[in-house]
């Protein structure tokens, strides 16, 4: 496990994760959020996502067979089409891992 920071842009959707050594990158949007937490799992190549709310109300994307757990409270998930800073929407896409 090692800690993590995912940055979302002004429409909530997630940009990037960063795990020190290596980047999660999704989009090259600015971001005004950002969540702290943990991710385990790998961090090579091309991987599918997902974000969504846990069941205790944290932040989890699972990202191939790895996951983040924000690890700061409880953060706001938006439903319909919000922006702003502050915002993290429920999506899915893929990304791909680089050295930061």
Known sequence: MVHAIAYF????LLCKL???SKTFMVDQSP?????????????TGEQEFTVHKGSD???EINIGSGKFTSS???????????TGPGIITPSSGSGNWESA
């Open 57 to 59: 109300g944290l932040v």
């Open 31 to 43: 971001t005004p959020t950002s969540v702290s937490g943990t991710y385990y799992g790998p961090k």
């Open 9 to 12: 842009g002004t429409r909530g």
């Open 18 to 20: 960063e795990t020190g």
């Open 72 to 82: 700061t409270g409880i953060f706001p998930i938006a439903e319909g089409s919000p």
